[in-house]
């Protein structure tokens, strides 16, 4: 199998799944006093401080959540509830954690929402967001890092100090580019940051929010997390989740660098095999994610195009995997000006440790063999 899926989930590393093992089994409550509990509860507080350390924090900004998704709710409903906001702006090609968050504060809450300009590759127009931020200041900014379909990158620092000079609050999703070891929330202005384990080599249904000040919490009951996250903890996932961002800061380099060569050479394979290609987003190797990109091939159909990937042993997408199974095109190829009927042929291909250029050519030779059938 040739797995080109990372954007939607990446392997479990192995050393990360073996340090896990022994809190699986682990017997106690880390919120009891004895024991056992404070072994987990050390064990706790050990993940925070390396995750914090990483990424130019303290600990105690640092809340474990089940994933990048309930990190995002946690930030906008916490934000609107502990300080009043009535105003939203946000990037349309957000996942659907922040869109579907925010429909529903309109919805409950009534918040203004008001959509921020997009250029056509999917990156926002810093003078509409000023102009939105003169209008409402104080506002609840919402920009991801690095878009999960499009890989196009976001100018987050000069957004972080836009934001900052109006009064409002900027929460970043960094779920897609945690592992790339880019995120210091002590060199830019920064409220708020999602990440998900599972997308730098980590275990699934863990993950973390950063909040430079402590916000009401989304999930009521005991007193887990100091009064932020109540439930009990998910030691397993929280000690993996440390060790698999600690391997991916002191690997950065290296990985994006093998990363970016394989989206150069990608690009080369897929112009010179298929003249009418048309890719979507940022493909520039500065302007991108290096392990994302995003394209369609005029005429053909991306659902069939899919299933034969699949059956050739080949995983791609066509989408992000929380639209997968969706009736509508994406949300993201629209908000840029593709057509529904052309955003429903594209294909999303992503990648990173363990996938080599022999990999590509075999894709690319692959998807050569199905176009040919396809329009024979």
Excluded at 106 to 117: D, N, T, Y
Excluded at 295 to 316: M, S, Y
């Amino acid at each position: 199998m040739i797995y080109l899926d990372y954007a939607a989930s990446t392997p479990l590393d192995p050393e990360v799944a073996e340090r896990m093992i022994p809190y699986l089994s682990a017997v106690g409550n880390p919120s009891s006093i004895h024991a056992a509990g404070r072994y987990l509860r050390a064990a706790i507080e050990e993940a925070r401080s390396t995750i914090a350390g990483l990424i130019g924090a303290d600990p105690g900004q640092i809340v474990f959540t089940s994933g990048g998704t309930e990190a995002d709710n946690h930030a906008l409903r916490g934000a609107v509830e502990t300080w009043g906001i009535r105003h939203i702006l946000y990037n349309p090609t957000e996942h659907h954690a922040v869109l579907h968050t925010i429909e529903s504060l309109v919805q409950s809450r009534g918040i203004q929402a008001h959509p921020i300009a997009v250029d056509a590759v999917g990156r926002v127009e810093l003078e509409h967001l000023e102009v939105l931020l003169r209008q409402y200041p104080r506002s609840l900014v919402a920009v991801m890092y690095a878009n999960n379909e499009i890989g196009t990158i976001q100018p987050v620092r000069e957004i972080a100090e836009l934001v900052q000079t109006y009064g409002g609050y900027f929460l970043c999703d960094t779920v897609q580019v945690m592992g790339l070891g880019w995120v210091n929330v002590s060199e830019w202005p920064v409220d708020f940051i999602a990440a998900s384990a599972h997308k730098f080599y980590g275990p699934k249904g863990v993950g973390f929010l950063y909040r430079r000040r402590p916000i009401r919490s989304l999930i009521t009951g005991g007193a887990q997390e100091r009064e932020q996250r109540a439930g009990t903890e998910n030691v397993a996932g929280i000690v993996g989740m440390a060790l698999a961002l600690q391997k991916a800061y002191a690997q950065r380099r290296s990985y994006e660098t093998h990363l970016r060569t394989l989206k150069a050479y990608l690009i080369q394979q897929l112009r010179e095999r298929f003249p009418d290609v048309i890719f979507h987003g940022d493909i520039d190797l500065e302007g991108s994610h290096p392990g994302i990109l995003n394209f369609r091939l005029p005429g053909l159909t991306h659902d069939l195009l899919l299933v034969q990937l699949d059956i050739e042993g080949i995983c791609a997408s066509g989408t992000s995997a929380c639209a997968s199974g969706s009736a509508h095109p994406s949300h993201v190829l629209q908000a840029i000006g593709v057509s529904p009927a052309e955003a429903s042929r594209a294909l999303r291909f992503s990648w990173g440790h363990g996938i080599e250029q022999t990999h590509l050519d075999t894709v690319v030779a692959t998807l050569e063999k199905l176009v040919t059938f396809q329009t024979t």
